[in-house]
């Protein structure tokens, strides 16, 4: 029996089950609801719980282990030479064999006496079934492979009557437990508030998930290159990924690679922080209600557009723009048509993402700036100060904190920022201070080492892992430190 | 209130500076231009997102429009089946030279001599390539069809298609563009001819990845998207409402409670490509999940749109008053009741709301779905989740890096769908929170 239908088979009976629990409760309390502890949709919910999670979690612990298990068995089967050929080559016999057995699921009774007396070619069989055998096959194999079969149908079998027992016997002690004075509400408020718990634990699975994932590859990739080289080496030249290659091939040097970041998110910021925070101030001091109120969303709609899409603008737009541009200065001023800004370069990369980060800015100041109590404005512009004077020497300054934290998560937003730098900073990985150059970035070469076909051994793919790990710590060192100066400061006028 | 202000110094000030200059002059002036500045700020930005729409419409707009060239294609037996033998041997129909019927038929129209190879070869080439496959399955679907002539629509090579829409400067000398002379004059004799002429263009809708523009379309990669949101909508909203409500209604105030606090709103700012690596690392090296299937996309987009939908939801059911809760409990609900039957419905609006734009955020995301293999070559729709998808930004991505003017086009052009879909769910948002958003 499938699993689908083996996992329908336990929401019908969980159907079943409420209904026996409703009408159960309802003959107990003998026509008064008043004499049940519970309602009775309750007692209903309680008898299909108890039906359907323990049945439920057996089914997903069995789904997992069982293969395992299979697998184990499966490779004690195979013949010596095969084992003694060292864990590579048994895990590919038993992938081969895995195919065999699918294979011979779809022959005739004659085709598989063929196989098994040996007259009959493996891969010929099996080619004209439509499975596709990678390599020849050996005859051992159908053995191996009836004999995986033949695990595999007692699995589902005993699976199928396991999960199904359960299923009813928690039904059935469930019912039984069903009684007027019976607390049948908050047992299930229980389980609820079980599965809230387990929800909101997730958050923290993901973390884990992130640093413990993250930590074992670059672990491995540390085994291969030493950290110090990682962290302190100065070339990046990783070569190719090749199958075989092995061992340490390439260079990998941290330092262009987080140069180039660093250089990138100080550009656009350049570019971005004056823009957002004059047009915060505006908007919070200056503008009326509405033009506020068609202004802020419009700006807001340019931290609505994907990455993609600001990567294409690089692309198409202003890189060529700044190319053609430079080309035309040098032109004016040398004689000689050459560009010296290349369409791919710091400064576009930096500009258009700087562009993207403009509503970070100028929203999260906006925040701040009008959270300073109207008294300290008040009081400013009644001493005789000009409205910029009073934005100047006391509103800034009073939103001095909030702001930096501000700037700091938009930092750790340009940091980490992928789709732009790909298409628009270039990939070449070099340590230089023209921003009219390409450089490249830490995402960029994770998204570099990672696409296409890969090998989780090389150390050309699992430096991904820690130029990530590297990337997560800055980001998150960033985000922790600007949050806690952002909360420490709302607190001050609260 | 400025203008008040502003007048009252003013007047207040007059007499003063006639005697003695405190700067006044000075000190108005550095007020204008701060103004100037705010103003200045504001409109740049405004700028750039005009720049960019119209950046990305003004060469997409004509994605929506392609050039076909409808010829009547007789599907001679000689060509299509020249041993007639597809009663017997299926594949024959499929390796037939269908380019033959279209080259025949294309020559025929252009009254050109067949025996002039170059000639016939720049005819052929204003065909796209994808006319073969076209060909192919109106045979197979019906080989009743073969010794019959029937009009058939075809799709126009790139760049015809460019030249037709104008894109391409026919003053530009001849050799160095790829559209020949002789080719715009037959363009031109079949545009008035009616046979080739441009209409609304279905395909960038339906179709999947190619290496020919013109025959490349979002629909592969829309389905691929549409399945992962479909796995982050029925995913998140569970778990990030019942996250919200323990962190909200149950959970102690102590450091575990605090801790997750500071956790998910670090979350909320991780990379977004950490969470391509999460994926890699997890759902596929050590789950074993298929590369470039839309479940494991679903998975990662789901990760990353929790933290957006847990502080959303927070916010809501932080807005539904206190009184509320009371009045439940006071009339003997469980805590439990209070808040699925009072406080969460109320809070409802707020939730979507924050859902929708989180769905809208993962919609866009290009970076995760990068790692985990999603920038395939995927020409078939996937048939379900579990099968090679890719998405809707990773195909932009993709069309993006091709060197063609014609995939600048076609890239424009689903960018284009892309904002559609992204401003209809935000509007959403907004009419949901208008209509349903309730001030306490």
């Known amino acids: ?494 | 209130m400025t203008d008040i202000a502003s007048t009252t110094v003013r007047i207040s000030a007059r007499p003063e500076t006639a005697k003695r200059d405190i700067g006044i002059k000075r000190r108005y002036a550095a007020e204008r231009r701060f103004r100037a500045y705010g103003i200045a700020a504001i409109s740049t930005g405004l700028f750039f997102l005009a720049l960019l729409l119209w950046t990305v419409i003004s060469n997409g707009y004509t994605a929506f429009q392609q050039t076909t060239i409808t010829l009547p294609i007789e599907f001679t037996e000689k060509v299509v089946d020249p041993k007639g033998e597809r009663a017997t041997d299926g594949k024959v129909l499929l390796t037939a030279n269908y380019p033959l019927l279209v080259r025949d038929a294309l020559v025929k129209q252009l009254g050109i001599d067949a025996s002039k190879r170059p000639q016939v070869k720049q005819a052929t080439d204003m065909v796209s390539a994808s006319s073969r496959t076209l060909l192919r399955d109106m045979v197979v679907a019906d080989p009743s069809i073969i010794g019959k002539t029937v009009p058939v629509t075809l799709l126009a090579e790139a760049n015809i298609d460019s030249a037709f829409k104008g894109q391409i400067d026919l003053k530009v000398d001849e050799s160095k563009r790829k559209v020949k002379n002789q080719q715009v004059t037959w363009m031109n004799q079949l545009a008035e001819a009616g046979v080739l002429k441009k209409s609304f263009n279905t395909g960038i809708f339906t179709f999947g990845a190619s290496s020919r523009p013109e025959a490349a379309g979002v629909g592969v990669a829309a389905l691929g998207s549409f399945y992962m949101m479909l796995i982050v909508l029925v995913l998140s909203l569970p778990i990030g409402v019942a996250a919200s409500i323990y962190l909200e209604e149950f959970a102690p105030k102590n450091r575990l409670t605090d801790l997750i606090e500071v956790n998910i709103n670090n979350l909320a700012a991780v990379p977004s490509i950490v969470y391509g690596l999460l994926g890699l690392a997890v759902f596929i090296n050590f789950a074993g999940m298929p590369r470039s299937a839309a479940v494991v996309g679903g998975f990662v987009l789901t990760l990353m749109t929790l933290p957006t939908i847990i502080i959303a939801t927070r916010a809501a059911l932080k807005a539904v008053p206190p009184s509320i809760r009371s009045a439940a409990l006071g009339l003997g609900a469980s805590k439990m009741q209070t808040i699925f039957h009072h406080v969460l419905p109320l809070a409802m609006p707020g939730i979507l709301t924050g859902t929708i734009i989180g769905l809208a955020h993962a919609l866009g995301e290009t970076a995760p779905l990068l790692l985990i293999g999603m920038v395939a070559f995927v020409v078939d729709y996937p048939g379900s989740p579990m099968e090679p998808s890719t998405a809707l930004p990773v195909q932009i991505y993709m069309w993006a890096n091709e060197a063609e003017r014609a995939f600048v086009e076609r890239t424009s052009g689903a960018i284009i769908i892309l904002l559609i879909f992204l401003v209809v769910m935000n509007l959403g948002a907004i009419l949901l929170r208008r209509r349903f958003e309730r001030r306490w």
Not at chain 1, 8 to 33: E, N, P, Q
Not at chain 1, 51 to 80: E, F, H, K, N, Q
Not at chain 1, 349 to 364: E, N, Q, R, T, Y
């Open chain 1, 1 to 494: 029996m499938s699993t689908s239908l083996l996992l329908l088979l336990i929401v019908v009976i969980g159907f079943i089950a409420y209904f026996a629990g409703r009408t159960r409760s309802l003959a107990l309390s003998g026509g008064k609801l008043s004499n049940l502890h519970s309602l009775p949709g309750y007692h209903g919910s309680y008898v299909a719980i108890w039906a359907m999670l323990p049945a439920a979690l057996v089914l997903g612990a069995w789904l997992i282990a069982a293969p395992v298990y299979i697998d184990g068995s499966t490779r004690a089967t195979l013949p010596d030479t095969v084992q003694s050929q060292g864990p590579a080559a048994v895990q590919l016999a038993l992938g081969q064999v895995k195919s065999v057995a699918g294979g011979l699921l779809r022959l005739s009774g004659e085709e598989l006496a063929a196989l098994e007396s040996g007259s009959a070619n493996l891969r010929a069989t099996l080619a004209s079934k439509g499975v596709a055998l990678a390599g020849e096959g050996d005859p051992y194999m159908v053995t191996v492979a009836k004999h995986f079969n033949a695990m595999t149908a007692t699995n589902r079998w005993l699976m199928t009557a396991a999960v199904l027992l359960i299923a009813v016997a928690g039904g059935v002690y469930a019912i039984r437990n069903v009684a007027a004075r019976f607390r049948a509400r908050n047992q299930v408020e229980r389980v609820i508030l079980g599965s809230l718990i387990v929800a909101s634990s997730i958050a923290i699975l993901t973390t884990v998930g992130i640093v413990a994932s993250m930590l074992s590859e670059a672990g491995r990739f540390f085994t291969m290159v030493s950290p110090l080289e990682f962290f302190f080496g100065t070339v990046w030249d990783p070569r190719f990924a090749a199958a075989g290659s092995g061992g340490a091939s390439g260079q990998f040097g941290l330092i262009p690679l987080l140069a180039g970041t660093l250089y990138i998110a100080f550009v656009a910021m350049l570019f971005a922080v004056p823009i957002g925070l004059f047009a915060a101030i505006y908007m919070a001091e200056y503008a009326s209600p509405r033009l506020r109120s068609t202004a802020k969303p419009l700006l807001e709609v340019l931290a609505g557009i994907p990455t993609i899409v600001y990567g294409f603008f690089a692309l198409v737009t202003v890189g060529p723009f700044l190319r053609d541009i430079s080309a035309q200065l040098n032109g004016l001023l040398t004689g000689d048509y050459q560009n010296f800004i290349q369409a791919q370069s710091v400064l576009t990369a930096g500009i258009v993402m700087g562009i993207m980060l403009i509503p970070f800015v100028s929203s999260l100041s906006d925040d701040i700036i009008t959270q300073v109590p109207r008294a300290l404005r008040d009081g400013s512009l009644g001493l005789g100060a000009t409205r910029s004077e009073t934005v100047k020497k006391v509103i800034l300054p009073a939103a001095l904190p909030g702001i930096v934290g501000a700037l700091l998560l938009t930092a750790s937003r340009a940091v980490g920022e992928t789709m732009i730098v790909v298409l628009a900073a270039g990939v070449a990985a070099r340590m230089q201070i023209n921003p009219f150059e390409p450089m490249t970035t830490v995402t960029v070469k994770i998204v570099n080492q990672l696409t296409g076909d890969l090998e989780f051994t090389s150390p050309q793919t699992l430096v991904a892992f820690a130029l990530g790990i590297t990337l997560f710590v800055i980001t998150l060192g960033l985000n922790i430190y600007a949050l806690y100066i952002v909360r420490k400061y709302r607190e001050q006028y609260e």
